[in-house]
């Protein structure tokens, strides 16, 4: 007897020998089995449910249809014999048997009919619920299909030997390749003989680890070419354990790495040109030098090039021919260089460039790698071969344009420690080159570099000293030569480093170039100003006494420069009249337009303009007359040679006839002889300054020279 029948025979105390009770078990465990032979069995909780049935597939509706069908018929069965059983025993003729036994067997019978009812229930609660499980998971694999059906990763499952059972249409849109083509040939064999090593070993990791790792590979398109994947491989084991499947995705990243090569490519190449930039020039020389270390016999030179005047074609032509020039300039170089030489800033239109050689630097500014050069002789042979090249007129803009270029060369030796030591001395003879004469090459030498050294010092100093004040303001007397008093001085700016006075020659060439001229000249001009106010007040000469000031180049180009000096003006409360401001010949002539426009902005100041140095620059003497100056200056180099040499005098005088045409004032500076003075008297020249007078001297110094010259004049 079952233990449920048993329980409830022992509510109502049945003999265990009863037939009938028996049979009535016996006919319960019937329906209990019909039921559990029909009625699949409820379903598990995921986690106990053996992972190949996770991955069975799921019935299809006709399946769920049938089941629904004998769920019904069972259900149907259960619930006749269950009504045939109670009609039997409480509507059948058994009052002539025992009562006692009938009324217990009623009662027994009812509870079996509702244990029936209640199983009947139970069941087709599982039958649903089996139901909602299967509805999930048909959504759940209707959602799996949308995403790897419209994913554009490409997702693979391949079984251990590498052949595919399953690929995702992806591949068709990324590799070409149907899903067919796909089946014929092992996923192997696809990939590139390179990688494929790599990711045979990946396989295999994942097999035996049970984890997957990203790998980067290339994989062949149906058209040929090749597509790089990143990849990761996901293991799919057996109940047991053991490798059933890998399930591969893989994603196209071959735009990217093509974005990532493009970046890596332009950090290392100059982006006009495409010619290799500094960075990776430098990285070359210093191959260089190691290969140089390692062998004796091994030779190379680095070739500094720069191309002579190449502002004036940006200026006159614009940046954009002046980009085109130089794209002209970089493919003549590279193919006129050696094919073992390197170029630095490398050529759009050479699709192979060489793997050393020709480099830009930035600007117009290329460098070339020599090698295997046994003397400095063949370097420079090279760089004439270059010059000869560049000579040649460019076609930019269809108007030729003929340019020079100056080039310094190092010569390789065991005293470089870096690649960045032979470009620096490159470039100090790149330099030597244009301070002496352009268009011309020169070889690093020792004392380039001394001279660089030294030059750096300087500057530093410099710097240094004009933060500390040792910059002081200097004044050399100009003297009227018709009573011989001293009219004005002109303010120049002197060193006092704790050295000693250190000459203008060493320190103002260094100051204009760095740009320190111009807090330099601000200083001389605020206190010259003050102490010309100081002399005012001390000394009432008549016409007033006047200060000469120098207007360098990076003085006159900018643009609030006016404006600047009327603020000094205001401050220190001189007379503009009193103020006068030197500009060179070279640059007054050098822009007119420009020019003119500058010098009526100081002259709209009410301040005195000189044209500085004049006869020693290029002049128009048809633009002189439209400039609002006041004063021309005869350069010493005339007034030195005047007495002796017929061509100076001549142009002196000639100068002073033109003065005094225009109406202008005549200053003869380096003034050293009386004889100078004598003939300068003759001509017809008002005022002079040169060491025949006073040197510069300080302002205690100057304020003595003055007070001698007004007691002369008033004795």
């Known amino acids: 007897m079952c233990v449920f029948c048993r329980a409830v025979a022992g509510q109502y105390s049945f003999d265990e020998g009863n037939q009938s009770a028996n049979d009535l078990c016996n006919l319960a465990l019937i329906f209990s089995g019909l039921e559990l032979c029909l009625y699949p069995m409820a379903p598990q909780p995921q986690d106990s449910m053996p992972r190949s049935w996770k991955k069975a597939p799921l019935r299809s509706r006709q399946i769920e249809g049938r089941e629904w069908w004998l769920w019904g018929f069972a259900v149907a069965v259960t619930l006749a014999l269950t009504a045939g059983i109670v009609f039997l025993t409480f509507f059948g003729d058994h009052t002539e048997t025992n009562p006692t036994y009938w009324t217990y067997l009623r009662e027994w019978v009812r509870g079996l009919a509702a244990f029936v009812l209640l199983f009947d229930v139970y069941t087709m609660y599982q039958h649903l619920q089996l139901q909602r499980v299967r509805q999930r998971l048909a959504e759940r694999d209707e959602l ?68 997957g790792q990203s790998l980067e590979y290339r994989m062949r398109h149906k058209d040929g070419s090749w597509r790089t994947l990143e990849s990761t491989a996901s293991p799919i084991r057996s109940v047991d354990g053991e490798l059933e499947k890998l399930v591969i995705v893989n994603r196209d990243i071959t735009e990217r790495k093509r974005a990532e090569e493009m970046l890596a490519h332009s950090g290392l190449h100059d982006a006009l040109t495409d010619l290799p930039n500094r960075v990776l020039f430098a990285d070359r020389v210093q191959h260089a030098l190691m290969r140089a270390r390692r062998h004796s016999d091994y030779k190379f030179a680095v070739l500094f090039i720069d191309v002579d005047e190449f502002k004036v074609v940006n200026d006159s032509l614009g940046h954009g021919a002046g980009d085109e020039l130089l794209v002209q300039i970089a493919r003549r170089l590279t193919v006129g260089v050696r094919d073992t030489d390197t170029v630095a800033r490398s050529v759009v239109v050479d699709p192979q460039p060489t793997e050393d050689g020709l480099a830009r630097l930035g600007g117009d500014e290329f460098a070339l790698l020599l090698e295997d050069v046994l003397n400095p002789i063949g370097a420079i042979r090279a760089a004439q071969r270059i010059q000869e090249k560049l000579t040649v007129p460019f076609d930019v803009g269809r108007q030729p344009v003929v340019i020079t270029a100056s080039i310094g060369i190092a010569y ?3 005293s470089y420690d870096g690649a960045e030591d032979l470009l620096r001395d490159a470039e100090l003879a790149m330099y030597r080159a244009k301070r002496t004469g352009k268009a011309r090459c020169e070889v690093f030498d020792s004392t380039m570099h001394s001279s660089a050294v030294r030059r750096l010092k ?11 004040g040792e910059l002081i303001v200097y004044y050399q007397p100009i003297i009227s030569l018709r009573d011989g008093r001293i009219a004005g001085f002109e303010a120049l700016s002197r060193w006092q480093s704790p050295e000693g006075m250190v000459s203008p020659a060493d320190f103002i060439p260094v100051a204009d170039e760095t740009g320190l001229i111009l807090p330099m000249n601000r200083a001389l001009m605020l206190e010259s100003c003050q102490q010309l106010r100081l002399w005012q007040s001390q000394f009432g000469c008549s016409p007033p006494l006047t200060i000469s000031m120098n207007i360098t180049p990076k003085q006159f180009a900018q643009p609030e420069l006016a404006k600047e000096i009327g603020a000094t003006l205001v401050r220190t409360g001189v007379q503009p009249n009193t103020i006068n401001l030197e500009i060179t010949e070279t ?26 140095d004049f006869g020693t620059g290029y002049s128009s003497l048809s633009r002189l007359p439209r400039f609002p100056i006041d004063i021309l200056k005869i350069d010493r180099v005339f007034i030195a040679n005047m007495t002796v040499d017929h061509d100076s005098h001549e142009i002196v005088r000639l100068i002073i006839m033109l003065a005094h045409s225009l109406g202008l004032k005549i200053v003869a500076e380096g003034t050293e002889t009386e004889d100078q003075v004598t003939e300068l008297k003759r001509l017809g020249c008002q005022l002079a300054q040169g060491y025949l007078y006073s040197p510069p001297v300080d302002a205690r110094a100057a304020s003595a020279l003055l007070l001698r010259s007004y007691e002369k004049v008033t004795s």
């Open 144 to 211: 799996f299909q949308l995403i790897t059906e419209n994913a554009a990763d490409m997702i693979a499952v391949v079984d251990s030997s590498g052949r595919r059972l399953y690929n995702s249409p992806a591949y068709q849109k990324v590799l070409g390749y149907s899903t067919e083509e796909l089946q014929v040939g092992s996923s192997i064999d696809q990939i590139h003989s390179s990688d494929r090593e790599r990711v045979l070993q990946a396989a295999q990791k994942a097999r035996t680890t049970g984890e």
């Open 412 to 414: 390789s030796s065991n």
């Open 458 to 468: 300087l500057e530093t100093d410099l710097r240094r000293g004009l933060e500390r």
């Open 587 to 612: 640059i007054a002539m050098g822009d007119a337009d420009c020019a003119l426009s500058v010098l009526s902005d100081l002259k709209a100041l009410g301040v005195l303009l000189s044209i500085d």
